[in-house]
């Protein structure tokens, strides 16, 4: 109140003209109108769609968490309408569109967001391409060419609901991918007139890449969109998707590309990593893949004799002889370990050893065992002295044992004969 009348009393000292108050006057009304027009802004589709049923409805709660609500984005925004007037709202006139189909869903929504100028006002760091992008894919594709089956932006991303990606409750966020593309692609009924599989969604819930992802936390694990792209056809520099695996695994897709399968495959039309580990339902690798045995891969295309099974056995048995040697030391350092050995340094250094099987693993993929030996070379060195410093160490704990047992015999000797002798005397 005070400052209001201390304003009012250096207006009044300024001695203003009767037109500048009255300016002055105007302005202040036309703010006061405009704020209270703001904060009561009348939805009345909002009002009539929270409370009709489906498919009609609309929940209030939910719109107005949602992204484009948030920034000043309503109903009148994408439907037209005059959300002011409760009897003509829906009216044409007022610019009312009806009902939006299918077909028409990504010019909508391209509308702004392909709309570099208007979008930079709100995020510039917003992709624009969107629209763009959706049209390479087979879903815009299949689209423009009539199939109105096909996921269009809102059955990824909801429709009154958005949420923007990294937002856990988006239907678009990593955690939440798979499901929202398992609405149509894991059901039979719906995908049936398109004869492709319907087992991606349970496949990848079993792979390695779902566990890493959901169980350990590791969102830089691929989902359905890391390997198909969120939008266009595929992630930006991946000419295929069957070559998306060479974007995080460097090492295996350089040593594949100098291996003689490289141009094998390539002769034969088979994908690269995805003939061994498929697809969706990648497994954790084991020893076993590379062998003369029944869970060999190789042994899918090579039969015993030809130089690739031959490679397969003498990869597999380098593999083995490693992860044997190293079992051997770990057995023997845990044993000094326990009767009080110091070989603290040497269980340390057997890290090494387990470092390069884990490099014998990766270069299975050159297919030459001569490389697979390079790798494990060191790691068999650190196994064979780190054995001999548990075996020194077992032998100093012998030699003390043989000490100690000389000392207390000679000690019980001692004893013994100090009591002979005690008992001689007081005879
Ligand atoms: C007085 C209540 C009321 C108001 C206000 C109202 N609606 Fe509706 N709306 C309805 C009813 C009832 C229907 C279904 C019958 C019909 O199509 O007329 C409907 C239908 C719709 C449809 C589907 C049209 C179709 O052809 O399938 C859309 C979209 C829609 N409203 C949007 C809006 C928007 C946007 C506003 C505000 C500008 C609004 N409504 C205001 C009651 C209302
Ligand atoms: C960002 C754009 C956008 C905003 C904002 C928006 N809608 Fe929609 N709305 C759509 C789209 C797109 C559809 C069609 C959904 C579909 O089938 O994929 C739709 C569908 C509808 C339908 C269902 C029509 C039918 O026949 O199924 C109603 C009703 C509706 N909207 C009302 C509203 C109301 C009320 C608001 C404001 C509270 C609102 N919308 C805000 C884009 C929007
Ligand atoms: C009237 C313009 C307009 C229309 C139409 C529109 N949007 Fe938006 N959209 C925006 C604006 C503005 C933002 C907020 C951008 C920001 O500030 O991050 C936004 C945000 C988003 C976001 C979150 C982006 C992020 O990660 O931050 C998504 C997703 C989105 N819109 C999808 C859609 C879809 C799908 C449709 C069609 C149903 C649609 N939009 C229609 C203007 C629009
Ligand atoms: C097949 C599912 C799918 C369809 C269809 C789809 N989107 Fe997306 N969209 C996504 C995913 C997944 C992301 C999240 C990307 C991420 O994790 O950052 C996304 C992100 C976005 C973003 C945030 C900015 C960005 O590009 O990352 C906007 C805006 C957006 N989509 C708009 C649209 C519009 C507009 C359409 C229709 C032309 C559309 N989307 C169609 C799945 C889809
Ligand atoms: C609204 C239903 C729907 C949703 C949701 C949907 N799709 Fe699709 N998708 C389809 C249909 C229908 C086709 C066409 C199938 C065909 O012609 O082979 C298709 C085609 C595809 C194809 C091409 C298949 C081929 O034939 O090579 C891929 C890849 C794909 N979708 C991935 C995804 C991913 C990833 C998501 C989730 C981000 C997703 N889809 C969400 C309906 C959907
Ligand atoms: C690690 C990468 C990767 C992930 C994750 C992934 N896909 Fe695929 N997907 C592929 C590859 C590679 C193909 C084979 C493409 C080809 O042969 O051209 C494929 C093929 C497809 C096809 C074509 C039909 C088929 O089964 O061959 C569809 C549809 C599809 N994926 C949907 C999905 C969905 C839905 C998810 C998530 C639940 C998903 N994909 C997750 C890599 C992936
Ligand atoms: C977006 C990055 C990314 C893409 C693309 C990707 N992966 Fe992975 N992959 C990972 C991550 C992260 C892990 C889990 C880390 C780990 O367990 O070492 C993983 C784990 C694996 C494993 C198990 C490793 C182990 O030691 O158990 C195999 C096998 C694998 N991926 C093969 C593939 C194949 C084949 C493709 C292509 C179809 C592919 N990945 C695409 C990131 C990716
Ligand atoms: C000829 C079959 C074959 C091909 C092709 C192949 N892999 Fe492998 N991959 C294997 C075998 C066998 C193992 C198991 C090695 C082990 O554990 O002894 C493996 C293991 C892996 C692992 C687990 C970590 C590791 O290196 O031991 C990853 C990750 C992996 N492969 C990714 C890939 C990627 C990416 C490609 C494509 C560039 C690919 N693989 C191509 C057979 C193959
Ligand atoms: C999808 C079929 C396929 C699988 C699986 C496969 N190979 Fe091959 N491999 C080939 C073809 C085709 C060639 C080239 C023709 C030939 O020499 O037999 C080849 C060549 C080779 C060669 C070179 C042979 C030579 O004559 O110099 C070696 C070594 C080899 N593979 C080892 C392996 C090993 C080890 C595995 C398992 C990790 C494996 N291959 C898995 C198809 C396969």
């Given at each position: 109140m005070n400052t209001l009348r201390t304003s009012a009393l250096t207006i009044i000292q300024m001695r203003p003209s009767p037109r500048t108050l009255l300016r002055g006057f105007a302005l202040a009304i036309f703010f006061a109108v405009s704020l209270t027009a703001l904060a009561q802004a009348p939805n009345t589709c909002l009002d009539c769609h929270s409370v009709l049923?489906?498919?009609?409805?609309?929940?209030a709660e939910s719109f107005s968490a949602s992204i484009h609500a948030q920034k000043g984005i309503t109903c009148v925004n994408c439907?037209?309408?005059?959300?002011?007037?409760?009897?003509?709202?829906?009216?044409?006139?007022?610019g009312f569109k009806g009902k939006i189909t299918r077909q028409q869903v990504p010019e909508l929504c391209g509308?702004?967001?392909?709309?570099t100028a208007y979008m930079r006002q709100y995020n510039?760091?917003?992709?624009?391409?969107q629209l763009a992008q959706y049209r390479t894919s087979v879903h815009g594709k299949k689209l423009l060419s009539g199939d109105s089956k096909v996921a269009v932006c809102t059955d990824c991303h909801?429709?009154?609901?958005i949420r923007p990606?990294?937002?856990?409750?988006?239907?678009?966020?990593p955690l939440n991918v798979a499901t929202t593309c398992s609405h149509?692609?894991?059901?039979q009924q719906y995908m049936k007139?398109?004869?492709?599989?319907?087992a991606q969604f349970a496949d990848y819930s079993k792979s390695v890449h779902h566990e890493a992802m959901t169980?350990?936390?590791?969102?830089?694990a691929p989902t359905c969109t890391t390997c198909h792209g969120n939008h266009g056809a595929?992630?930006?520099?991946?000419?295929?998707?069957?070559?998306?695996?060479?974007?995080?695994?460097v090492f295996q897709s350089q040593l594949f590309d100098e291996s003689p399968h490289k141009a094998a495959f390539a002769a034969a039309g088979l994908p690269g990593c995805v003939t061994c580990?498929?697809?969706?339902?990648?497994e954790h690798p084991?020893?076993?893949?590379?062998?003369?045995?029944?869970?060999?891969?190789?042994?899918t295309c090579h039969s015993a004799g030809d130089p690739g099974l031959n490679t397969a056995g003498e990869i597999h048995g380098k593999l083995q002889d490693l992860q044997d040697r190293i079992a051997r030391s770990k057995e023997i350092l845990d044993r000094a370990a326990e009767s009080g050995m110091e070989v603290g340094q040497a269980q340390l250094d057997l890290i090494q050893a387990t470092d390069a099987l884990t490099k014998g693993r990766v270069a299975?993929?050159?297919?030459r065992a001569a490389k697979v030996e390079q790798e494990l070379q060191p790691g068999n060195a650190v196994a064979e002295k780190t054995y001999r410093a548990g075996e020194q160490a077992l032998h100093e704990r012998n030699y003390r044992r043989v000490g100690l047992s000389i000392s207390l015999l000679v000690i019980g000797a001692t004893l013994l004969g100090l009591r002979l002798w005690i008992r001689e005397i007081e005879q």
């Open positions: 049923d489906a498919p009609l409805t609309v929940n439907h037209g309408g005059d959300p002011a007037s409760a009897d003509n709202a829906m009216d044409k006139k007022t509308k702004c967001h392909s709309d510039p760091s917003l992709r624009t391409d909801s429709v009154h609901e990606a990294n937002d856990s409750r988006s239907t678009v966020n149509c692609h894991a059901d007139p398109y004869g492709i599989k319907t169980v350990r936390g590791d969102l830089s595929a992630p930006p520099g991946v000419a295929s998707v069957t070559n998306v695996c060479s974007t995080c695994h580990h498929s697809n969706h339902d990648i084991a020893d076993t893949m590379v062998s003369t045995g029944d869970k060999s891969v190789c042994a299975v993929h050159s297919a």
